[in-house]
């Protein structure tokens, strides 16, 4: 085997468990550093759904080093997020997550890789929520495909002609990422110094896709799903572009069907101002109970 092929043995391994004590103040404080306007989170009597990445952020990256080489670690990005929940995150919960790749995709641009995650209550080994994370490796293409990749979100183009139901804004404010990393255990450093992130090929500091995606969440939640994230069943977005401190997010949601006692919706975010207009959440979905 070759310096850079990927380790097919590694695909289907669960990682060994992680356990994570979720508290009120750390939902509070998760809850805050996403802009969450919603009372039940900001009182950390329930998370924000995107607080489901941080019990099982060991158990994210821990499989991708038993397929990926070390030495294109450093290309790996995070290209897709997709959260199945079975309930929502309380204070109290005692958290068990492990993880698996499941599959890879060669592509001419890069290679798709998908890690599916699993969160269980460490008491009774109830299933919390299932997620699908789609990395990419950013110009190397590992040459075939292996194992099966995450389950599709993808938006369908012809409804920008359609008024959507509904329309939510947030703001991302210049020490952001500072209290995101802080809040979710995030420490990559991109997000918090501009010489690092310029090194990197960057303009300066990059706000994190979940920060974002956390925010249309909130958004989403609060337009169509009365506030209420026990309802949540699906949370999945792509992230497209990136987002820098200072800009205004616009998540626009249209209703996409109908079935099994719940609504489908489609959205997408868009960032303005700084460096100009881009598409920074794409293939959005939310499937929200009636």
Known sequence: MGDLDFDDSGIGTWTEPTTFEVTAERIAQYSAATNDPIPAHLAGAVA?????????????????LEVVPTGLFGLVVHGEQDFYFHRAIRPGDQLSSRGRVIGYEGLSNGTRLAVHLECRDAVDGELVNEQYVTCFIRGHDAGKTVGELAPAHRFDAALRDKEPAGESTSHVDDDQTFR?????????????????ARDAGLPGIIAHGLCSMA????????????????????????????VFPGQDLTTRIWETGHADGATTYAFETTATGGPGETLALSDGLAVIAD
């Not at 759904?49 to 991708?64: C, G, N």
């Not at 958004?219 to 949370?235: A, E, F, M, P, Y």
């Open 48 to 64: 924000n759904p995107v607080f489901a990445i941080v019990p099982v952020f060991e158990s994210m990256l821990e499989p991708v």
């Open 180 to 196: 995101y990393s802080e809040a979710s255990g995030d420490p990559v450093p991109i997000h918090l110094d501009d010489e690092v």
């Open 215 to 242: 925010m249309a969440s909130w958004g989403v939640l609060s337009t169509v799903g009365d506030s209420d994230v026990t309802r949540l069943r699906r949370l999945a977005v792509r992230f497209s572009k990136m």
